[in-house]
Nanobody, 118 residues
Framework: VQLQASGGGLVQAGGSLRLSCTASGRTSNIYVMGWFRQAPGKEREPVATINWNGGSTFYVDSVKGRFTISRDNAKNTVYLQMNSLKPEDTAVYYC????????????WGQGTQVTVSS
């Protein structure tokens, strides 16, 4: 599975951005897709994930109520709507896909920079 992420940019605090990630290749193998982020000097952390078939979601506490993950199976695309952005949301955001019965995310997008100015 190949992943292509887009939608990052520079926004002021309180603003919004929407990230998109489109999958290609053997997309029928996708079980979960997620968004991760890595800020300078910090470890990469999961932000939000979505089950590709059932739609169940997970959010890290710091983004609950502000970010929404969604999917469009027909377009093989997952979105991350980010509202009420804070400077601490500044990071490189990566999308990733995990296959069924896989313990880890095996496919990663190239990363897109999100910068939130105060």
């Amino acid at each position: 599975v190949q992943l292509q992420a887009s939608g990052g940019g520079l926004v002021q605090a309180g603003g919004s951005l929407r990230l998109s990630c489109t999958a290609s290749g053997r997309t029928s193998n996708i079980y979960v897709m997620g968004w991760f982020r890595q800020a300078p000097g910090k470890e990469r952390e999961p932000v939000a994930t979505i089950n590709w078939n059932g739609g169940s979601t997970f959010y890290v506490d710091s983004v609950k109520g502000r970010f929404t993950i969604s999917r469009d199976n027909a377009k093989n695309t997952v979105y991350l709507q980010m509202n009420s952005l804070k400077p601490e949301d500044t990071a490189v955001y990566y999308c990733a896909a995990k296959r069924m019965f896989s313990a880890s995310y095996g496919s990663w997008g190239q990363g897109t920079q999100v910068t939130v100015s105060s």
